[in-house]
């Protein structure tokens, strides 16, 4: 909706002693009850709901008993592969072929004589 | 204390709320309070606080609602924030002008705004708004001169471009 204002200033002059008239409202009556209401939820979420607290410690003790196996497992997957790699190298790049001859002379080949 | 926070955000359920949060940081923090001003400039304190927190959070629902219609983001009408500012210490027939008197305060800079709000709403002594807005009787002296003369400014113009 428009208005028509004749002179600005004295509209203005007009919105500003209306701070002249303001009252004071009353307060609230239910107000003590609601500021208590308030305290008494903020103090219930800070204290936390005791199964919400059961909860989150079983949630805590099983990822920690998952990572120490999880742990355990990776040990001992590392422990058995080991020897197996040493072999490999050692058999591959650094045995000397010369340590099988004395392997041949250990063969009994007394059948072959007879 | 409601007066007050009338006086900054202008709307009586939002006064409660603010007066009602008020008064549970004054209730929790009572241990922190060091006794160096007195217990009202220490509340006066919060609840400017807690106001103007509220109008830079009203101010930011508006551009993001601004921002979200301009990129289709939703509706525009169902982002806008309700203005539904109503003031129980003025007359109904006041009611309209009021609403463009506190719309106008709002726009005021934060300083002025409290220094304006507690001196000629709440109707507090300038000392009294000094030691608030901790600062010194000429400083608020000076906030609030410049504060009228642009409130004065901000209405001229408003109801200059009425016309």
């Given at each position: 909706m428009k208005h028509t204002h004749t002179n600005p200033e004295k509209e203005a002059r007009k919105s500003l002693d209306l701070l002249n008239q303001l009252k004071r409202p009353d307060g609230n009556p239910y107000m003590f009850s609601r500021v208590n209401a308030a305290l008494e939820l903020r103090e219930k979420a800070a204290s936390g709901n005791p199964a919400q607290i059961w909860i989150f410690g079983l949630a805590s003790l099983l990822f920690l008993i998952n990572a120490f196996a999880w742990l355990q497992n990776m040990e001992?997957?590392?422990?058995?592969s080991l020897p197996a790699e040493i072999l490999a190298e050692d058999y591959i790049h650094y045995q000397p072929m010369g340590i099988y001859?004395?392997?041949?002379t250990l063969v009994n080949y007394s059948n072959d004589t007879e | 204390m409601l007066n007050t926070c009338l006086g900054f955000v202008s709307n009586l359920q939002d006064a409660e709320d603010i007066c009602q949060e008020v008064f549970v940081d004054v209730f929790r923090s009572m241990d922190t309070f060091?006794?160096?001003s007195s217990l009202s400039t220490w509340i006066y304190r919060i609840a400017t606080n807690k106001c103007l927190s509220f109008i830079r959070y009203r101010k930011r629902q508006k551009r993001a609602a601004f921002f979200k219609s301009l990129i289709g983001l939703d509706q525009a009408e169902s982002l806008q924030v309700p203005d539904d500012s109503f003031h129980p210490g003025l007359s109904l027939e006041n009611q309209e002008r009021g609403k463009i008197l506190?719309?106008?305060i709002r726009e005021?800079?934060?300083?002025q705004q409290t220094a304006f709000v507690l001196n000629r709403v709440e109707g507090?002594?300038?000392t009294e708004v000094a030691s608030i807005m901790n600062s010194n009787r000429n400083a608020v002296d000076a906030l609030l001169n410049r504060a009228s003369r642009n409130l004065r400014k901000k209405l001229e113009a408003y109801y200059t471009n009425e016309e």
């Open positions: 001992t997957s590392r422990t058995e001859e004395d392997d041949l | 060091e006794e160096a506190f719309e106008k005021l800079p934060e300083k507090l002594e300038i």
